[in-house]
Nanobody, 124 residues
Framework: QVQLVESGGGLMQAGASLRLSCAASGRIFSSYAMGWFRQGPGKEREFVATISGSGGITYYGDSVKGRFAISRDNAKNIVYLKMNSLRPEDTDVYYC?????????????????WGQGTQVTVSS
């Protein structure tokens, strides 16, 4: 069992930067790829970014590529999402999740454990 707790969300102005954190407890953190997803009211959960268990592989959704960066600290059991050049369309609830697909995954169905989410709101 893995417990995930996100933090760092808030209300930001367009163009600002924000860093989300996701603290994990439970089984060996480096055994899981980690991902960030986001979801707004009435929308499907959207892939944002994923990072492999070792941290050596990352990839991003098209809407955030070049602006967001995912990283992890396996010694601290934390995964981060650094968000730069925020836009109003980035407004959503952001979720971190853990996957058995060790190389990382874009697919919601491959993630076994999910956090409760943290709200990010970007004003224009």
């Amino acid at each position: 069992q893995v417990q995930l707790v996100e933090s760092g969300g808030g209300l930001m102005q367009a163009g600002a930067s924000l860093r989300l954190s996701c603290a994990a407890s439970g089984r060996i953190f480096s055994s899981y790829a980690m991902g960030w997803f986001r979801q707004g009211p009435g929308k499907e959960r959207e892939f944002v970014a994923t990072i492999s268990g070792s941290g050596g592989i990352t990839y991003y959704g098209d809407s955030v590529k070049g602006r967001f960066a995912i990283s992890r600290d396996n010694a601290k059991n934390i995964v981060y999402l650094k968000m730069n050049s925020l836009r109003p369309e980035d407004t959503d609830v952001y979720y971190c999740a853990a996957s058995y697909v060790i190389s990382g995954s874009e697919q919601v169905g491959t993630y076994r454990y999910w956090g409760q989410g943290t709200q990010v709101t970007v004003s224009s």
